[in-house]
T-cell receptor
Framework: DTAVSQTPKYLVTQMGNDKSIKCEQN?????MYWYKQDSKKFLKIMFSYNNKELIINETVPNRFSPKSPDKAHLNLHINSLELGDSAVYFC????????????FGPGTRLTVT | KQEVTQIPAALSVPEGENLVLNCSFTDSAIYNLQWFRQDPGKGLTSLLL?????REQTSGRLNASLDKSSGRSTLYIAASQPGDSATYLCAAWRSGNTPLVFGKGTRLSVIA
């Protein structure tokens, strides 16, 4: 009964490839997020979606494209992967967005070689 | 632009000690604040949320306080246990319409 789940947990791929990370929440929340945690463990917002609509896009390269088929899912597709994309990507959700308590998934560790 | 600083970056204490983790903000215009715990290789677990109208929140052995005038928050852990070993992250919203901004965390080790 995991609240926020992500797949895969680990992803190793070569430069130039395209990959996707999936996220699902069963909390009935309206807002979902993608965060990136870099090698220095600094966690930063990438995107926020409320009820399938993009709310926040924090100057992320357009190689990153979030897709929300419904409010329980927010997938992250990355084109033309670069070495600097290596990081841990976390999905999160909150009831309505804004400044509400956020619940995080277990993370996906992406390694680009 | 809001920046969050957590001091110390790492802390090691013997089991049973009470301890305080600190979090400060460059912009004291803080709306809500959330403390998280992150275990190695794992996701973030929400510990406490302090809303804009509150000054502190308690959950079990944890107490978090927020002083907006000084732009600081503290997380107090009573009677620390080895299972408390983790990285503790604080994060804040500047307003209801801004993204959550994280500190870099304090890595806590509780030695048995």
């Amino acid at each position: 009964d995991t609240a926020v789940s992500q797949t895969p947990k680990y992803l190793v791929t070569q430069m130039g490839n395209d990959k996707s990370i999936k996220c699902e929440q069963n909390l009935g929340h309206d807002t979902m997020y993608w965060y990136k945690q870099d090698s220095k463990k600094f966690l930063k917002i990438m995107f926020s979606y409320n009820n399938k609509e993009l709310i926040i896009n924090e100057t992320v390269p357009n190689r990153f494209s979030p897709k929300s088929p419904d409010k329980a899912h927010l997938n992250l597709h990355i084109n033309s992967l670069e070495l600097g994309d290596s990081a841990v990507y976390f999905c999160a959700s909150s009831q309505e967005g804004g400044a509400e308590e956020q619940y995080f998934g277990p993370g996906t560790r992406l390694t680009v070689t | 632009k809001q920046e969050v600083t957590q001091i110390p970056a790492a802390l090691s204490v013997p089991e049973g000690e009470n301890l305080v983790l600190n979090c400060s903000f460059t912009d004291s215009a803080i709306y809500n604040l959330q403390w998280f715990r992150q275990d190695p290789g794992k996701g973030l677990t929400s510990l406490l949320l302090i809303q804009s109208s509150q000054r502190e929140q308690t959950s079990g052995r944890l107490n978090a306080s927020l002083d907006k005038s000084s732009g600081r928050s503290t997380l107090y852990i009573a009677a620390s246990q080895p299972g408390d070993s983790a990285t503790y992250l604080c994060a804040a919203w500047r307003s209801g319409n801004t993204p959550l901004v994280f500190g870099k965390g304090t890595r806590l080790s509780v030695i048995a």
